[in-house]
């Protein structure tokens, strides 16, 4: 039974940080209808801005946020003002590619600049823990899952009640009625890659005191996230939430109970099963 | 199912010069080794011939069918995987080895193709990436089977005997000849769906899925036949490139990468072509096998031996291989979609229409004839 909820409690945790990935990638699909395959290497992005600003100034990983975090959504900014803005009427498959290429850009040009070794972000806390009810809890790993929490409830905060995340929830409604209720779509689709761009740099600063740190990390985590937003239903916000905890417990679970080599085909044999029985998703879009 | 059997009379679209032109470019591309025997040169050919080889057949499925499979390492590793357990721990000649992976891995397109052509569009591609990711983890997790991440290694291939003849599969002259022979008949097949009643209903699923369920074709059953017809040819290329390397393992085999360079090589030359992969792979391949070993340069003479190009892609370039590709896929998806032969074609266009003008009088619209 101790095992049991140990794993549970530490799916939980881990399964905060894959909602935060997944709400990312899931903001940027509802209003722009793009499916981000650099969604992983834009997290690696933010590991790496968090590593760089641990090593050279010595700050700490979660306090960094509030630089990797602004720095990410320029960035996004950018991307999308520069290459996805191009593409946004192009096929589906095109798009695809285009992300594609932009990941392999960015993990290659971090492997240039910094070689493929895997860096460590040690801090004093990494490896001590909490004694709670007799389960022990990471103390990283609960750190980041109460970042989470906040920023989740800050950006359901922004979405519902702000005149600008209304704005972009309306955009994910319907491009040409928002834009016909005069909404300046261009801009909420800026903002929007930027969000989820910020969204998954936050995850990757999160996760960079308990993983290694190296140019391809982000390729597990693009798929992932994606099982995370068809679990939830594409552009659902809530969805991707639940989809993220429910992707965190199922991994735990399944390294403890059936290999812990296997405990991603699990989840990818989930994902199939979803994508077969139930492609809505748990919510469907309606909900968004 | 007619268009399935060979036809005597020759298929639409048939042309016999064309047809000649291409056997000759065969011919001498078959001369190559016959006039230099330099490993690194034969190295590219053989590189080019496999890339050709997977980017065809991948383009039966994606190019032709619109299917867009990012999936596809699943029978390339299957292919190798399959040829180098069969030769390493049964003592399977390839030949026999070979077949084998192919009926294998036709048997998995069938299991994946039913599973995942009940998607569309971007679902379909997350689905076939989950596939060959479940592979890849399996690959790696079941030891007792695989080796795991430790991979298979290749000590020897017994040499080839027939009545007339005997292979020794001692350097890559042998290898060359495999793979030219795969790359041609790949491309032959690419030409057959293009020409065939069964390409016109991988193509008329891929422009308008419903408007041909519509007029009767069975979308599933075509879907599936397209994607046997491409995992046969890409296993067929993973047993020859597993032989090649000696060596196989899950990440080679299956890794993402694998599939991500099938597709690549169809976009940047030109997609639903024939010559779309041909153009693709020489750009891809030249590209990477550079940046990886530029040291070809200087066995084909056109560079010297100190060359400071040599040094500078060995000390700064040599990771940068897919970093080009990445860039490259930008630059097409953005300025050249329909890739390296479409850039070629509105070029001609354009310099046909200048012509044009040049010859009509002046005062009349250019091209107005």
């Known amino acids: ?288 | 199912m007619r268009a399935l059997l060979p036809t005597l009379r020759a298929p639409r679209g048939f042309s016999a010069p064309a047809f000649l032109a291409y056997l000759a470019v065969i011919a001498l591309v078959a001369l190559v080794p016959q006039l230099s025997r330099k490993p690194l040169i034969l190295h590219m050919w053989i590189m080019v011939f496999l890339a050709i080889a997977q980017g065809s057949a991948w383009n039966v499925v994606g190019g032709y069918a619109g299917q867009y499979s990012v999936g596809h390492a699943a029978y390339f590793g299957m292919g190798a995987y399959i040829t180098m357990l069969l030769l390493e721990l049964h003592q399977v000649a390839p030949w026999y080895g070979i077949a084998v992976a192919v009926a294998g891995s036709v048997l998995l397109s069938v299991i994946i193709g039913s599973i995942t052509f009940r998607l569309r569009g971007p679902y379909f591609v997350l689905a076939s990436i989950a596939m060959a990711e479940i592979i890849r983890l399996a690959a790696l997790h079941f030891k007792d089977l695989t080796r795991g991440a430790e991979g298979i290694l290749l000590s020897s291939i017994p040499p080839l005997e027939t009545r007339w003849f005997t292979v020794r599969f001692l350097g890559k002259v042998p290898f060359f000849y495999a793979t030219l022979g795969l790359a041609v008949i790949v491309i032959s097949v690419n030409w057959l769906v293009q020409h065939t009643k069964l390409g016109y209903t991988f193509q008329a699923i891929r422009e308008d899925q419903d408007a041909a369920h519509s007029l009767g074709i069975n979308p599933t059953l075509h879907k599936n036949l397209a994607l046997m017809i491409s995992a046969a040819f890409t296993a067929s290329a993973g047993g020859l490139f597993a032989l090649y390397v000696r060596f196989v393992d899950p990440n080679i085999a299956f890794g993402i990468d694998v599939s991500v360079q099938m597709v690549l090589i169809c976009i940047i030359g030109g997609i639903g072509t024939i010559l779309g992969p041909v153009v693709g792979s020489v750009v891809l391949v030249l590209l990477s096998e550079t940046l990886r070993n530029p040291k070809w340069l200087v066995q084909a003479g056109l560079l010297g031996d100190e060359s400071p190009t040599v040094a500078f892609i060995e000390g700064r370039l040599s990771n940068a291989h897919v970093l080009f590709y990445g860039v490259l896929v930008v630059l097409v998806v953005l300025f050249a979609p329909d890739g390296f032969l479409g850039l070629l074609r509105t070029a001609v266009a354009r310099v046909k229409r200048r012509l044009a003008a040049r010859r009509s009088p002046p005062g009349q619209p250019a091209g107005a004839a």
Request: proline share 3%.
């Open chain 1, 1 to 288: 039974m101790t095992v049991f909820l140990q794993s549970l409690l530490s799916g939980i945790l881990v399964g905060g940080v894959y909602a935060l990935i997944g709400i990312g990638l899931t903001i940027i699909f509802g209003v722009m209808r793009v499916i981000n395959f650099a969604h992983g290497d834009l997290l690696m992005l933010g590991m790496y801005v968090t590593w760089g600003l641990f090593t050279l100034f010595g700050i700490d990983p979660y306090l960094s946020l509030l630089v990797t975090a602004p720095v990410l959504f320029l960035w996004g900014a950018l991307l999308q003002k520069v290459f996805i803005n191009r593409v946004l009427n192009a096929l589906p498959q095109n798009q695809i590619l285009l992300t594609i290429g932009l990941g392999l850009v960015m993990s290659n040009g971090v492997m240039l600049g910094f070689t493929s070794d895997y860096r460590i972000l040690t801090t004093t806390y990494s490896s001590s823990s909490f004694q709670l009810f007799g389960l022990s809890v990471s103390q990283p790993l609960l750190y980041s899952f109460l970042v989470t929490v906040a920023i989740t409830a800050a950006l359901f905060w922004f979405l519902q009640t702000t005149d600008t995340g209304q704005a972009i929830r309306a955009t994910a409604q319907d491009r040409d009625a928002a834009q016909l209720m005069g909404i300046n779509v261009k801009r909420m689709s800026v903002l929007a890659f930027g969000l989820g761009t910020a969204l998954a740099g936050t995850a990757g600063a999160l996760l960079a005191p308990t993983y290694y740190i190296f140019p391809q990390v982000g390729g597990p985590f693009t798929l992932k996230a994606f099982v995370v937003v068809v679990l939830g239903g594409m552009g659902s916000i809530v969805g991707a939430t639940l989809g993220g905890i429910l992707i965190g417990v199922t991994e735990s679970l399944s390294a403890v109970y059936v290999a812990s080599g296997l405990k991603e085909l699990v989840v990818y044999v989930l994902f199939l099963l979803i994508l077969l029985f139930r492609p809505s998703g748990l919510l469907g879009k309606s909900r968004t």
